[in-house]
Protein backbone atom coordinates (compact mmCIF):
# COMPACT_ATOMS: atom_id res chain seq x y z
CA UNK A 1 0.00 0.00 0.00
CA UNK A 2 1.28 3.48 -1.03
CA UNK A 3 1.95 5.80 1.74
CA UNK A 4 -0.42 8.66 0.36
CA UNK A 5 -3.50 7.87 -2.59
CA UNK A 6 -4.93 9.85 -4.56
CA UNK A 7 -7.05 9.07 -7.32
CA UNK A 8 -5.63 10.84 -10.63
CA UNK A 9 -7.87 11.71 -12.60
CA UNK A 10 -8.86 13.19 -14.33
CA UNK A 11 -11.40 14.80 -13.46
CA UNK A 12 -13.34 16.90 -15.20
CA UNK A 13 -16.19 19.50 -14.03
CA UNK A 14 -17.97 22.52 -15.16
CA UNK A 15 -16.98 26.07 -14.27
CA UNK A 16 -19.42 26.79 -11.24
CA UNK A 17 -19.36 23.36 -10.17
CA UNK A 18 -18.00 21.85 -7.09
CA UNK A 19 -14.99 20.18 -7.38
CA UNK A 20 -13.96 17.31 -4.53
CA UNK A 21 -10.62 15.62 -4.65
CA UNK A 22 -9.79 12.43 -2.44
CA UNK A 23 -7.10 11.48 -0.08
CA UNK A 24 -6.64 8.32 1.74
CA UNK A 25 -2.57 7.74 3.67
CA UNK A 26 -1.53 5.03 5.51
CA UNK A 27 0.97 6.47 8.75
CA UNK A 28 -2.35 6.69 11.38
CA UNK A 29 0.38 9.06 13.45
CA UNK A 30 0.33 11.41 10.63
CA UNK A 31 -0.84 14.63 12.39
CA UNK A 32 -0.16 16.89 9.65
CA UNK A 33 -1.73 16.79 5.92
CA UNK A 34 -1.45 19.66 2.94
CA UNK A 35 -2.96 20.43 -0.34
CA UNK A 36 -0.55 21.75 -2.98
CA UNK A 37 -1.80 23.08 -6.55
CA UNK A 38 0.65 22.36 -9.44
CA UNK A 39 0.93 23.82 -12.89
CA UNK A 40 2.12 22.35 -15.60
CA UNK A 41 6.29 22.88 -15.96
CA UNK A 42 5.64 24.85 -12.23
CA UNK A 43 6.50 23.84 -9.17
CA UNK A 44 3.81 22.93 -6.29
CA UNK A 45 2.30 25.91 -4.67
CA UNK A 46 0.37 25.24 -1.14
CA UNK A 47 -3.51 25.82 -0.67
CA UNK A 48 -4.43 24.21 2.54
CA UNK A 49 -3.10 23.06 5.49
CA UNK A 50 -4.84 21.34 8.16
CA UNK A 51 -4.05 19.63 11.49
CA UNK A 52 -7.03 18.46 13.21
CA UNK A 53 -10.46 16.91 12.21
CA UNK A 54 -13.26 18.30 10.71
CA UNK A 55 -12.95 21.10 7.76
CA UNK A 56 -11.44 23.92 7.66
CA UNK A 57 -12.24 26.70 5.19
CA UNK A 58 -10.26 29.26 3.22
CA UNK A 59 -12.36 31.11 0.51
CA UNK A 60 -13.28 28.77 -2.36
CA UNK A 61 -11.40 25.93 -0.41
CA UNK A 62 -12.44 23.83 2.12
CA UNK A 63 -10.41 20.68 3.42
CA UNK A 64 -11.20 18.08 5.17
CA UNK A 65 -10.16 15.30 7.41
CA UNK A 66 -10.94 12.56 9.00
CA UNK A 67 -8.18 10.69 11.04
CA UNK A 68 -10.43 7.48 12.02
CA UNK A 69 -10.95 7.20 8.05
CA UNK A 70 -7.43 8.10 7.43
CA UNK A 71 -9.09 10.28 4.84
CA UNK A 72 -8.57 14.26 3.89
CA UNK A 73 -10.30 15.68 1.11
CA UNK A 74 -10.10 19.40 -1.01
CA UNK A 75 -13.56 20.79 -1.94
CA UNK A 76 -13.21 23.53 -4.24
CA UNK A 77 -16.57 25.41 -4.46
CA UNK A 78 -17.39 27.75 -7.84
CA UNK A 79 -14.58 26.17 -10.13
CA UNK A 80 -12.88 28.33 -12.53
CA UNK A 81 -11.19 27.27 -15.42
CA UNK A 82 -8.10 28.77 -14.10
CA UNK A 83 -8.30 26.37 -11.05
CA UNK A 84 -7.00 22.99 -13.89
CA UNK A 85 -3.85 21.88 -12.39
CA UNK A 86 -2.96 18.92 -10.57
CA UNK A 87 -3.98 18.88 -6.90
CA UNK A 88 -1.16 17.06 -4.84
CA UNK A 89 -2.28 15.60 -1.49
CA UNK A 90 0.94 15.61 1.32
CA UNK A 91 1.01 13.85 4.90
CA UNK A 92 4.26 14.56 6.90
CA UNK A 93 5.16 11.52 8.17
CA UNK A 94 8.01 10.90 10.48
CA UNK A 95 9.13 15.10 9.19
CA UNK A 96 9.15 14.06 5.75
CA UNK A 97 6.51 15.19 3.47
CA UNK A 98 5.16 12.49 1.35
CA UNK A 99 3.20 13.38 -2.01
CA UNK A 100 0.55 11.55 -3.31
CA UNK A 101 0.52 10.91 -7.23
CA UNK A 102 -1.75 13.74 -7.73
CA UNK A 103 -5.53 14.29 -9.30
CA UNK A 104 -5.53 16.33 -12.40
CA UNK A 105 -8.42 18.36 -12.17
CA UNK A 106 -10.27 19.79 -15.75
CA UNK A 107 -12.60 22.36 -15.53
CA UNK A 108 -14.84 23.19 -18.52
CA UNK A 109 -15.64 26.98 -19.51
CA UNK B 1 4.52 33.05 1.49
CA UNK B 2 7.76 32.70 2.19
CA UNK B 3 9.71 32.57 -0.40
CA UNK B 4 12.60 29.88 -2.15
CA UNK B 5 14.78 30.56 -4.81
CA UNK B 6 16.49 27.71 -7.14
CA UNK B 7 18.14 28.19 -10.12
CA UNK B 8 19.03 27.41 -12.75
CA UNK B 9 15.42 27.46 -14.03
CA UNK B 10 16.47 24.44 -16.75
CA UNK B 11 19.90 23.41 -17.87
CA UNK B 12 20.75 20.95 -20.57
CA UNK B 13 24.66 19.19 -20.29
CA UNK B 14 26.32 16.24 -21.98
CA UNK B 15 26.39 12.93 -20.97
CA UNK B 16 28.96 12.67 -18.35
CA UNK B 17 29.16 16.08 -16.79
CA UNK B 18 27.89 17.00 -13.72
CA UNK B 19 25.24 19.88 -13.23
CA UNK B 20 24.60 22.19 -9.49
CA UNK B 21 21.58 23.26 -8.81
CA UNK B 22 21.35 25.82 -5.73
CA UNK B 23 18.37 26.41 -3.35
CA UNK B 24 18.01 29.34 -1.38
CA UNK B 25 15.49 30.63 1.23
CA UNK B 26 15.20 34.66 0.63
CA UNK B 27 13.18 35.38 4.43
CA UNK B 28 13.77 33.02 6.52
CA UNK B 29 16.51 30.57 7.76
CA UNK B 30 15.70 26.82 6.90
CA UNK B 31 17.42 24.32 8.98
CA UNK B 32 15.98 21.87 6.84
CA UNK B 33 15.64 21.95 3.22
CA UNK B 34 14.35 19.02 1.02
CA UNK B 35 14.98 17.79 -3.01
CA UNK B 36 12.60 16.14 -4.91
CA UNK B 37 12.43 14.68 -8.31
CA UNK B 38 9.63 14.64 -10.27
CA UNK B 39 9.23 12.92 -14.04
CA UNK B 40 6.68 13.20 -16.32
CA UNK B 41 2.80 12.81 -15.16
CA UNK B 42 4.44 11.73 -11.92
CA UNK B 43 4.66 12.47 -8.24
CA UNK B 44 7.12 14.23 -6.63
CA UNK B 45 9.76 12.01 -4.88
CA UNK B 46 11.91 12.75 -2.10
CA UNK B 47 15.27 12.24 -2.72
CA UNK B 48 16.44 13.71 0.44
CA UNK B 49 16.55 15.49 3.61
CA UNK B 50 18.96 18.51 3.79
CA UNK B 51 20.20 19.33 7.27
CA UNK B 52 22.78 22.55 7.68
CA UNK B 53 26.09 21.71 8.83
CA UNK B 54 24.95 17.63 8.60
CA UNK B 55 25.35 15.05 5.80
CA UNK B 56 22.48 14.97 3.70
CA UNK B 57 19.86 11.96 4.79
CA UNK B 58 19.02 9.93 1.40
CA UNK B 59 16.20 8.28 0.85
CA UNK B 60 15.92 4.53 -0.35
CA UNK B 61 17.26 3.65 -3.39
CA UNK B 62 19.25 7.39 -4.10
CA UNK B 63 22.77 7.65 -4.54
CA UNK B 64 24.34 9.65 -2.30
CA UNK B 65 27.40 9.61 -4.67
CA UNK B 66 26.01 10.23 -7.51
CA UNK B 67 23.58 13.34 -6.56
CA UNK B 68 25.56 15.47 -4.13
CA UNK B 69 23.98 17.63 -1.18
CA UNK B 70 25.96 20.62 0.52
CA UNK B 71 23.67 22.96 2.79
CA UNK B 72 26.41 25.20 4.04
CA UNK B 73 24.48 28.12 5.62
CA UNK B 74 20.48 27.98 6.75
CA UNK B 75 19.79 29.80 3.43
CA UNK B 76 21.71 27.94 1.11
CA UNK B 77 21.04 24.41 -0.08
CA UNK B 78 22.64 23.13 -3.58
CA UNK B 79 22.28 19.52 -5.28
CA UNK B 80 24.88 18.26 -7.75
CA UNK B 81 24.11 15.82 -10.21
CA UNK B 82 27.34 14.25 -10.90
CA UNK B 83 28.19 12.45 -14.52
CA UNK B 84 24.61 12.86 -15.51
CA UNK B 85 23.21 10.10 -17.92
CA UNK B 86 20.12 10.77 -19.71
CA UNK B 87 18.00 8.96 -17.29
CA UNK B 88 18.80 11.82 -14.73
CA UNK B 89 16.78 13.88 -16.70
CA UNK B 90 13.86 15.20 -14.57
CA UNK B 91 12.64 17.99 -12.66
CA UNK B 92 14.54 18.88 -9.81
CA UNK B 93 12.28 20.68 -6.96
CA UNK B 94 13.77 21.98 -3.91
CA UNK B 95 11.74 22.92 -0.59
CA UNK B 96 12.43 24.42 2.80
CA UNK B 97 10.41 24.10 6.05
CA UNK B 98 9.97 27.29 7.45
CA UNK B 99 10.86 27.37 10.88
CA UNK B 100 7.78 29.04 12.79
CA UNK B 101 5.29 26.01 11.60
CA UNK B 102 5.44 22.72 9.28
CA UNK B 103 4.85 24.80 6.25
CA UNK B 104 6.93 23.60 2.88
CA UNK B 105 7.56 26.19 0.54
CA UNK B 106 8.98 25.18 -2.95
CA UNK B 107 11.78 26.82 -5.45
CA UNK B 108 10.54 26.76 -8.84
CA UNK B 109 12.22 24.01 -9.69
CA UNK B 110 15.29 23.12 -12.01
CA UNK B 111 14.51 21.17 -15.58
CA UNK B 112 17.28 18.85 -16.22
CA UNK B 113 17.86 17.48 -19.50
CA UNK B 114 20.86 15.62 -20.20
CA UNK B 115 21.61 14.54 -23.89
New interface residues.
Given amino acids: QKEVEQNSGPLSVPEGAIASLNCTYSDRGSQ?F?WYRQYS??????IM?IYSNGDQEDGRFTAQLNKASQYVSLLIRDSQPSDSATY?C?V?LG????????TELSVKP | GAVVSQHPSWVICKSGTSVKIECRSLDFQATTMFWYRQFPKQSLMLMATSNEGSKATYEQGVEKDKFLINHASLTLSTLTVTSAHPEDSSFYICSAAHPQDEKLFFGSGTQLSVL
Avoid: T
Avoid at chain 1, 41 to 46: A, D, F, I, V, Y
Fill in positions: SFGKSPELSLANGKLIFGQG
